[in-house]
């Protein structure tokens, strides 16, 4: 029986901390970008916080669990990890952190849609599933009404970084739904940011110099930058998700996720000065709620 439970106020003051670091993390990626690429920073970001998360585990004598099978859904965790990253650091090219943050946040909907038929527990009511009309409603809106602000870039280079931002939202909900379903949810959170991490370095690091996206220059920003990303983001923010995830159900968790975008809207604008198009806010506007309706909502 699953024994994951609804939120509580811990869980809720928790989330909140956790959405003021995810909303900031891709306005600093993006605010360091001109001395080192979004690509790798993450790249950096991840073998670091790997590092420290395998210390992590020796000093606790954690054991990796080959054993039991984990190393399956946790090698597919870590495709997917670093596919969502890559689409980050590159949608961080075209598109601004404003835009980045409300689409990769729509995840929620995405984790919801793929446990409805799998757990009981995680099926969607009427309610719910009127919300995911009006997230993808938004999507929609914010796609179709796209007019680029004087002197920004090309209209289309900003559709693409946002079609870039939803993909890396659709690959988040997807290592989500992997890691309920698998021997991972009774994982320790260790294991499974592990595999997630170390992925994510083996896969982005080359991405980069393929990419050619290797230059570094450094300076007080972007050692902040990496800093922040490693430690903060990817370190101690990724273990509080994934503890939360063990104890409680995945789709309520998502009824605090909606301030994400949210922060991420405002610190791209007051850090960033990143315009706002009348289109993406009413689009962005419907996305929120459509999370809210989906992530909030009880079982009908």
Aim: positive net charge.
């Amino acid at each position: 029986m699953d024994s994951r439970k609804a939120l509580d106020g811990r869980a809720a003051g928790i989330m909140l901390v956790l959405c003021v670091i995810w909303g900031l993390q891709q306005v600093v990626l993006k605010a360091a970008a001109a001395d080192i690429s979004p690509l790798m920073q993450i790249a950096l970001r991840s073998g670091i916080a790997a590092l420290l998360v395998g210390a992590l585990m020796v000093w606790r004598k954690e054991s990796p669990a080959l054993a039991d099978g984990s190393w399956r859904p946790g090698l597919l965790v870590g495709l997917f990890f670093g596919l969502e990253f890559l689409f980050v650091g590159e949608g961080l090219r075209f598109t601004s952190a404003s835009h980045m943050v409300v689409f990769l946040y729509t995840a929620p909907i995405f984790v919801a849609l793929g446990l409805h038929s799998k757990l009981p527990a995680e099926r969607l009511s009427r309610l719910q599933w009127l919300g995911i009309a009006f997230a993808f409603t938004g999507i929609v809106v914010t796609f179709a009404g796209r007019n680029a602000p004087p002197g920004a870039a090309d209209p289309a280079n900003i559709l693409w970084g946002d079609a870039l931002a939803l993909l890396a939202g659709i690959f988040w909900g997807a290592t989500t739904i992997v890691v309920r379903l698998s021997q991972l949810s009774r994982a320790p959170a260790t294991q499974t940011l592990f595999y997630q991490l170390a992925a994510g370095f083996v896969l982005l690091l080359p991405a980069a110099i393929l990419l050619g996206q290797t230059s570094i220059e450094l300076t007080t920003l972007s050692i902040g930058s990496l800093l922040f990303q490693s430690v903060i983001v990817s370190f101690a923010s990724y273990l509080g998700w994934f503890w939360l995830l063990r104890r409680y159900l995945a789709s309520r968790l998502g009824v605090f996720s909606f301030m994400t975008p949210l922060f991420g809207l405002g610190f791209g604008v007051w850090l960033l000065d990143e315009p706002l198009e009348a289109s993406f806010l009413f689009g962005a506007i419907f996305v929120l709620i459509g999370v809210v309706m989906v992530s909030g909502s009880r079982r009908a």
